[in-house]
C-alpha cells in the first residue's frame, strides 16, 4: 500500500476449492490479504466466508489450493500452525473455556511456568495489561461464563492479540455487541492495523463494513466474485454483487392496522426480578409492534415473561380482553400466542436432530392421536420447506448442518406450526443474510396482513423502522417511549434507548 | 422411520449393502452375528435350543431394566440405583408375600398382591429419583448414587445381613413364572419381547418418547418448544422404576431370595447395554432395538466363555469390558475418513 506500489501480500490463497462429500462449496478462490489492511469478506449465508476462513486458520482442510504466507508455499494442517504463523480466527461461536478465568482463557496452550509451576503472577499481569490496553473493564480473575457476551468477545479479541496475530479474522464481531462495544471495538482495529496486523473483517452489516473496512471482497455460492477497495463500492453496490439480483425493495409497504382494531394482547406492568421493572404494551390485530432498546434494555425478558418462559413477579396478560393466567409456553401457545427466540442455536433447534422432529416440536400435539403420525410430519415438512423456501440438501439432513439462514426459516416454519394469531419474534434476523432478511421481512409484512399480529424485538434499527407500525423504545426495564406513524425516527429511538429522552431524563 | 436393527434381521437387501454399511445403525447387530458365528465354531452346544433359550432367559433381567434405561439416558438422565432398586424391591415382596401366606394362602392372590407391591415400589422409586433430580436441580448421578446406597442398605437391613427367603409352597406356586414356557418361548423372554416392544413404540411413536429426545439434545430448546421437561424427566424415572419392576417380578421366582448381594452391578449391566445398543450417553439419541442387542451381546460372552476352555470365566468381565468400549468407537466412528 505504500507509495501506492502494490504491496506484498502478507498471506494468499490460490485456487481453493472445498468439497463437504459430494457438495462442493468453494471454487478456486484466491485471496490476497495485505499488512495493515482491514480486508471485508461479505456474502451471503452459504456463499462459503466461513469455510473459507477456517481453511486459512488450519480448522478445515481445502480438498485442493495453496496458502502463501510471506509468499511461500506454507500448509496450515491445524489451528495450532496456524496460530503460530499469526494467523488466528475469533469464532462466531466463541472459543473459550466456560469455567476457566479469563487469564486462564488468554494464556490456554501457552501458559508461562516458573519452574515446574504455573507463574500465575505473570500471566494475571500480563492479561491485565492486555485487558487494559483494549479498554476493557474486566478482572482477569473472573470466569468467563460469569461474563456477558460482549465481554467474552473482548477477551476473545484480548487472547488473540496477546499472541501477537498477524492476521486476525474476525467472523461477525459485532453481533453480539451494543454500540458502545461496538465503537470500542472500531478503535481498537484502527490501533491493531496502525501495528501492521491484517483484519479479516466478516460481516452481514453492510454498514459498518463500509465505515470499517479499507477493501472489500464478496462472495456468492462459494466463487469470488470481486474484490474492490472500499472507497469504489457503496453499500448498495455490495447488497447487489452479494445477492446476484437487485433488491428493489427490502421492506415491504407498510399497511396500518386501522386505529380501533380490536387489541389482542395487552401486557400491564410486568415485573421481571432484575430484567423488567413494570413495562406495559398493546397489540392490535393487524398491527406490527416494534421493540427497540440497547442489548440488556429487558424486551427479551418482557417478551419472555408474556409468553411463561420467565417467571413474572407481577403484571397482567389479557389476550384478546380477557385476562390469562399465563404460566409456561403451554399456556402462551394455547391462547394463540407463539414466540420465535433470538438464541435458534441454543433455544430454538435441535441441532443434532433432523428437520421433521424440529419442525413439529411445538406442535407436537397437533401431529399426535395415540402415536405420532409421521405420514402427516412428513407433508408438513414438504409444505413448510416450499412455504418458507428452506435449502437443504437433503430432507433428513440435520438442522445443525443448514445455514443460519436457513435454520431461522425452520426455526420460523416452526413456530408457525401452531397456528397462532400472536406473533412474537426476537431479533428474527440476526446474523443471517440480506436475501433472507427480505424473505422473513416479507413474511412478517404478509402475516399482519392477514390480520395476525406481530411484536418484533429487533436491535437492527433499519429493520425496526422499515417494518413496524408503531415502535416502543425500551430502557433498563422499562419502556421510556413510544412512537408511530411517521415519527418512527432513528434519532427520536436513539434519544428515548439512550435515555436522553424519557421519564429517566426528566 | 423404522430402526433397522429391528426390521427382518440381515435379509439380503441389507446384505448387499454390507460394504458400505452405516456402523453405527448396523454395529450393535453385526456384533452380535460375529458373537453368535464365534460361539458355534467354539462349541457345538452353543447352538442347542436349550442353551439359546437359556440366553435370552439369562438377559431378560437386565434387558427389562435396560429398557426402561434406554429412556432415562435418552432424556439425558442416568439411574445408578437400579441393581439395589431391584435387590430392594425382591426383598419387599418377599417379606409381604410371606406375610400374607396365613391369610390369603399359599396361592396367586398372595403372588398377585407381591407384584402390585412391586409395581408399586418401582414407580415410587422412580418418582423419587425424577423428582429430586428435576425439583432439586441435582445431577441425577449423585441423586441416584445416593437411592442406591439407600436400596442397598434397606434390603441389607431387611435381611438382617443374610437372605430373606420366600414361603416355600408360594414359591412353588410362583415358580412357573421364570421356568415355564408358553408355545415353546420361555416366559421371561415373552415378558422381555412385550416391554422391548412397547418401550419401542413408545420411544419412536408417540410424543413422550419424541420429548425424551429432544430435552436430551438440549434443555432448552424442550423448554422453549413447549415441553414440560421437568415432568417429562420424572416420568422417564418412572419408566424406569416400573422396568425394574417387571424384572423383579420375574427374577423372584427363579430363586426365591434376596439378599445384599442381589442384583449387584445391574446398573452398569444396564448401562452397558444401552450404550453397546448405539444410545448416545449423554442424551439425545435413544435405540431400544440396540439396548435388545445390548443385553443379549452381553448375556452371551458370559455363556461363550463358560463353553470354551481357551479364556478363564473370571475374565467376563475382561471381555464385556472390552465389548464395550470397542462397540462405541466404532460407533463413534471418528477415525472413519468421511466424518
Known sequence: MLDGAPAAPVVAMRAINKAFGPVQVLFDVDLEFEAGEVHALVGENGAGKSTLMKILSGYVEPTS??????????????????????????????????????????????????????????????????????????????????????????????????????????????????SSETEVLFELIEELKGRGVTIVYISHKLEEVERVADRVTVLRDGRRITTRPMAEVSQDDMARLMVGREIIDMYPPKQPPVPDAEIVLEAGNIH??????????????????????????????????????????????????????????????????????????????????????????????????????????????????????????????????????NQQKLLLAKVMQVEPDIVIVDEPTRGIDVGTKHQIYVFISELAKQGKSCVLVSSDMPEIIGLSHRVIVMRSGRVMGELSGEAIEEHEIVRYATGLKGDDAK | MNDPELAVTANSRARSRLLDLD???????????????????????????????????????????????????????????????????????????NALVGTLGAGWATIFVGIAVSVALGVSAGLINGLVTTRGKIEAFIVTLGTMGIYRSLVTYLADGGTLSLNFSVRSVYRPVYY?????????????????????????????????????????????????????????????????SIATIIYVPRLGSASSSTGVLWELEAIAAVIIGGTVLKGGYGRIGGTVIGAIILTMIGNILN?????????????????IIVAVLLQRGSWRRNR
Open chain 2, 307 to 323: 463353553l470354551t476352555d481357551a479364556i478363564s470365566n473370571y475374565l467376563n468381565g475382561t471381555v464385556q469390558g472390552v465389548i
Open chain 2, 23 to 97: 456402523l453405527k445403525l448396523y454395529g450393535p447387530l453385526l456384533a452380535l452375528v460375529a458373537l453368535f458365528i464365534l460361539g458355534a465354531i467354539i462349541n457345538p452346544a452353543f447352538l442347542s435350543p436349550a442353551n439359546l433359550a437359556n440366553i435370552l432367559t439369562r438377559s431378560a433381567f437386565i434387558g427389562i431394566i435396560a429398557v426402561g434405561a434406554t429412556f432415562v439416558i435418552t432424556s439425558g438422565g442416568l439411574d445408578l440405583s437400579v441393581g439395589s432398586m431391584a435387590a430392594f424391591i425382591a426383598g419387599v415382596m418377599i417379606i409381604v408375600m
Open chain 2, 180 to 244: 415355564d414356557s408358553v408355545l415353546g418361548i420361555p416366559i421371561p423372554v415373552l415378558v422381555f419381547a412385550v416391554v422391548a416392544v412397547i418401550g419401542y413404540v413408545i420411544l419412536n411413536r408417540t410424543r413422550f418418547g419424541r420429548h425424551c429426545f429432544a430435552i436430551g439434545s438440549n434443555e432448552n430448546v424442550a423448554r422453549y418448544s413447549a415441553i414440560h421437561v421437568d415432568n417429562l424427566k420424572t416420568l422417564a424415572y418412572v419408566v424406569q422404576g416400573l422396568c425394574v
Open chain 1, 65 to 178: 489450493g495453496e496458502i502463501r504466507v510471506d509468499n511461500k508455499a506454507t500448509a496450515v494442517p491445524d489451528s495450532a500452525v496456524g496460530e503460530a504463523l499469526g494467523i488466528v480466527l475469533i469464532h462466531q461461536e466463541f472459543n473459550l473455556a466456560e469455567q476457566l478465568t479469563v487469564e486462564e482463557n488468554i494464556f490456554l496452550g501457552r501458559e508461562l511456568f516458573k519452574g515446574w509451576f504455573l507463574d500465575k503472577k505473570a500471566m494475571r499481569a500480563r492479561s491485565a495489561q492486555v485487558l487494559a490496553h483494549l479498554k476493557a473493564d474486566i478482572d482477569p480473575r473472573t470466569r468467563i461464563r460469569d461474563l456477558p457476551v460482549s465481554d467474552k468477545q473482548l477477551v476473545e479479541i484480548a487472547k488473540a492479540v496477546s499472541r501477537d496475530a498477524r492476521v486476525l479474522i474476525m467472523d461477525e464481531p459485532t453481533a453480539a455487541l451494543t
Open chain 1, 272 to 405: 421481571v426480578p432484575g430484567l423488567v421493572e413494570g413495562a406495559s404494551f398493546r397489540l392490535r390485530r393487524g398491527e406490527i409492534l416494534g421493540f427497540a432498546g440497547l442489548v440488556g434494555s429487558g424486551r427479551t425478558g418482557l417478551m419472555e415473561a408474556v409468553v411463561g418462559l420467565s417467571h413474572r413477579s407481577a403484571g397482567e396478560i389479557r389476550v384478546r380482553g380477557e385476562a390469562r393466567d399465563i404460566r409456561n409456553l403451554s399456556d402462551a401457545t394455547a391462547a394463540g400466542i407463539a414466540y420465535l427466540t433470538k438464541d435458534r442455536k441454543d433455544k430454538g433447534l435441535l441441532l443434532n436432530m433432523t428437520l421433521r422432529p424440529n419442525l413439529t416440536l411445538l406442535a407436537l400435539d397437533r401431529f399426535t392421536s395415540l402415536l405420532i403420525d409421521e405420514a402427516r410430519e412428513e407433508e408438513a415438512l414438504k409444505r413448510a420447506v416450499r412455504e418458507f423456501d428452506i435449502r437443504a440438501g437433503r430432507l433428513n439432513a440435520t438442522a445443525g448442518t443448514l445455514s443460519g439462514g
